[in-house]
């Protein structure tokens, strides 16, 4: 052992270790080719061989590019790095997350470009025309909803540049001082309306927990935890004046941040005290498992999820964004059964799909409570596409 | 509609993508790290003909990115091959060749290096007396076109004094010309030095693994430390002048001589690693220059290679320190300027040489005689102090950003200490401790076995810094 060890100690293993690690992503790149779908581009691909001097000359700069994006271990290294810079010095190498004062992360877009989740929530970008428009396509479908006879409501959720204003760095912080945020604006236009009652912006509910929780977890875009379950309860108990009959347990749990996505490898998270459904007997179904669905084409991809509680009770079918995905089963306190369809990736359905689900939504819960739950920056125009899509065509 | 405001929290962030280093293969990219360099190691020790390897790679190595740039190196290896047997020929010519082989390396220089700079002197003083400003032609800088012409030169005056006989081998002769290492960017090698390799050359496991020991150490100083400084440096450096405040204004020269150095030093520690690991010892090209303790010292650490040829084939054919005082302070005030330049076309450069010169001769002619009386750590604050003002001119554009920095830097703006990222601030502290690190040897003295695993740690905490997109392009391209 002594002798071994000494052997290894010495140079004996340097290099041949030198070479396997400088070789390793060339070798990993043949023989385990990572499909790399992370990134979510289209990644280089290898460059077919030159046709022209022209081409030969740009030769090098192909290979580079495509090497760059296929080198096998790309994704274990830049994890490595992820991680490293953020556990010592709590930093991040995308654009897209944006640290705050007190450790907060704030999305900053969904792209590369300019922060404008933070910029457009705080009022720093104030377009009144965007204002008017987001209350305007708000009202005209709640109108559309109340037509149809639909007992349904919009759910929207405020995010981390509205609660959250005393975290948002510099220089967006003094761009955003004085400010009125234009979801506020929006709400108060469309609580202005006929509809008004029909609309749900628990801003004062949510920035009140922010005394003995936090609604959104400080290295969380989504809200989680207690904050939705206590919006759920409210909006059921004094919207839709429906009892409580079952208490979901809060229990403490540590979560991954649903941003370490765009970071891959960082490791950030939350001690975030959620609801134990578990607990309660609450199951979850996904997809065709909750019952098929004809008239689809075969492979759709859509999110469609059932919870169901032990007792039975009234339905509700959630239309919502990302923010439905921690309300939803909350709903079972007061419900038996709620539905939830996701809305993020519908646009991707062909046509003809989208009618199919539509109609089957329809069909299924004639009659039954509908709740469309969209976060704050939806309400600044984004819900064109979900009104399209999921309420009903004027009469 | 909001734009934000110029940011002060410097992150090390650029979207500059990796191994995109402008058509060059840098040693720090996945293509030459993970490619080109386990595949030429493998082929030079496994096939028969290591110098025809190193050969074809060099070039390949050179070509990359813009094989345009091809013709003009094997050019210049024909040229210095043919000049070096005429000059090696006994004969009353050899004076004759030797000068024309040394004013065709300076051709080149001065043509793709100095032409449009020349020009645009020109076109801005001929209207002033009476005539037409010429079109100033935009020639485009040649990789490591500094290098490999002082190195011809060398190798001519070399033969010419007897220290070294012509290579008589064209093929020995163009691998010693492109040998990939110390190309682009140094060190200067010698023909005298490694003459007696390029035959053969064995490679031992020790000088393997001191070759991997000083690759990592430089390629973890290029990526963890120069890159991580680039990024804030840059933004200090662009910033308006109303926004530059003392601190920021002190933050970037400091933050730029660290970067400097550990770009440069990295790069040399690389091809020094690399030439171990084919049998070379290339010269050692910096010696903590940051733990100097006059500007005389500093340019004995500093780019020794250039400095030491200046000195032999400039300064001492000049008369050196032969001709009294005055004739040394314009031999070092000449030698310094053409240092200066030979950085780059443009008098900022000049005047960083003249500002070092200035010191030299100063140094010489009695303030070296106050310093050794001062205590060890003031005389190495004054090297520090002269050192990082002398960079600011360096990396400064033109003389009016140099003077608003110099301004900023005297105190006279006003403004904020710029926040700095943690990794920033970090790799300014271990930088700046490493920098001036005043022992001889490595600041720890690890056993065979730590010092490797480190080497190694070194090598994958760089390849993911790398994997990670981050800052990458090497400053001594420029030159």
Known sequence: MTRLWRRLAGRGWFIPAFFL????????QILLPDPQRDERRVLATMPALPATPDQARHLPDAIDGWLKDRFGLRQPLVRINNWLRWQAFGEIATPRIIIGRHGRLFLAGHDDGPATLITGLCGADADDAAIDRGAGIIVRGLERVRAAGLDAALLLVPTAPRLYPEDIPEPFATACAGRRPPVDRVAALVAASDVGPDLIYPIDLMLGLKAGSEPIPRHHFHWAGEAPVRVAEDVAERHWQLPRTLTLPLRTKGRNSDLNGLNPGMGASDAIREPDARAVGIRTCEGAACGPIDGLTPGAEFVLERYTRPEPGPRLLIIADSFGDEISRNFLEQFGEVWRVVTNNLPALSPTDRRVLADELKARFQGER????YHDAAALGGLTVIADLFWPPPA | MFRPAPRFVMLPLDPKPVGSGGGLMLFSSITFLFYFLPLFLLAYHLLPAPNLVLLLASLLFYAWGDPTRLPLLLFCILLNYGFGLAV????RHRR???????????????????????????????????????????????LGISFFTFQGISYLIDIHRGIVVPQRSLLRFAMYKAMFPPLVAGPIVRYAVIADRVDRRPVTPALWARGIESFTIGLGQKVLLANTLAGPVDRLFA???????PAAAWLAAAGYALQIYFDFAGYSNMAI???RMIGFELPANFNRPYAARSVTDFWRRWHITLSTWFRDYLYIPLGGNRGGPWRTGANLTLVFLLCGLWHGASWNFALWGLYHGAFLVAERIGLARVLVRLP???RHAYLILVVVVGWVPFRAEDF?????????MAGGTSGAMPDLAASCATALIVGSIVAVWPRDGRPLRLPAWAGHAACLLLLVLSAANLAAGTYNPFIYFRF
């Open chain 1, 21 to 28: 690690l400088i070789a390793a992503p060339a070798l990993f």
């Open chain 1, 370 to 373: 509908v709740l469309y739950i």
């Open chain 2, 88 to 91: 090696g020929r006994s004969g």
């Open chain 2, 96 to 142: 004759l060749w030797l000068g024309l082989g040394v004013a065709g390396n300076l051709a080149l220089l001065l043509f793709y290096k100095y032409a449009g700079f020349l020009v645009a002197q020109w076109a801005a003083l001929a209207p002033l007396v009476g005539l037409a400003a010429p079109e100033i032609p935009q020639v485009a800088l040649p």
């Open chain 2, 239 to 245: 910033l308006p002048p109303a926004d530059l405040s």
């Open chain 2, 273 to 275: 690693g690399l030439g």
């Open chain 2, 376 to 378: 060890p750590l003031l």
């Open chain 2, 400 to 408: 009016g950003r140099t003077a608003a920095m110099l301004r900023a």
